[in-house]
């Protein structure tokens, strides 16, 4: 029986970033998936992600690669609002209703996302107090998804077996560890989709 649920906060409780980084590389002319190489690729993001590095550090270095590999100044402010619109302006309200539907049925409820640590206080915000039971933030733990030891603490933190717990995530490669370890996987495509897996894995809610 699902006990506790766990939501990835961008691409789920937020829409998908990668519409943002399109955005940038459209607006500069920049061959596209330049941005989104800097945010999934290699490990300078990842550092923020794990505490290691500001983000501030990894605007400036994402400004000069820029510069230097394509003549192009793209100044540290807009990355600012690029992240900014994919984890703070635009949340998907069915989202809301739906984890705050979940905590009133009784589950326990959880966020493990991947997020620096200057977004903390905003991911805080985002619902309602006594909503999220546990926050698995990759800045405050140190370690990001999809390493198996962020989904090992998360369990810890759950105090659940991991069968009783389900993860709601939008990206395949961040469900696989958890799958390994018996947790119920779901791949998110729409708020509906989601509620109607959820309710299939036994997560007592209504079912539209």
């Known amino acids: 029986m699902i006990e506790a649920v766990v939501f990835d906060v961008g691409g789920v409780r937020c ?3 990668v519409n943002e980084f399109l955005k940038v590389d459209r607006e500069y002319k920049l061959p596209e998936g330049t ?4 945010m999934r690729g290699g490990d300078k993001f990842a550092r923020c992600e794990t505490g290691q590095l500001p983000v501030a550090e990894f605007y400036d270095w994402c400004v000069a690669q820029i510069a230097e590999t394509h003549e192009v100044q793209v100044p540290p402010l807009r990355l600012d609002a690029m992240l900014e619109a994919c984890m703070g302006k635009t949340l998907r309200p069915e989202m809301r209703s739906l984890v705050i539907e979940i905590k009133a049925a009784g589950h326990q409820t959880a966020l493990l996302t991947n997020i620096f640590a200057e977004r903390r206080n905003w991911l805080h915000s985002i619902f309602p107090p ?7 933030d990759s800045s405050e733990l140190g370690m990001r998804k999809p390493e198996l030891r962020i989904y090992q603490r998360l369990v810890e933190m759950l105090g659940r077996r991991p069968e009783e717990i389900a993860f709601v995530d939008d990206f395949a490669e961040n469900l696989s560890p958890a799958r390994s370890m018996g947790i119920v996987d779901i791949l998110f495509e729409s ?3 989601a509620r109607r897996d959820l309710v299939s894995a036994g997560v007592r809610i209504a079912p539209a």
Do not use: C, L, R
């Open 35 to 38: 941005v989104m190489s800097f």
């Open 15 to 17: 829409p998908n970033p």
């Open 191 to 193: 708020p509906e989709q």
């Open 130 to 136: 006594g909503t999220i039971d546990v926050y698995a």
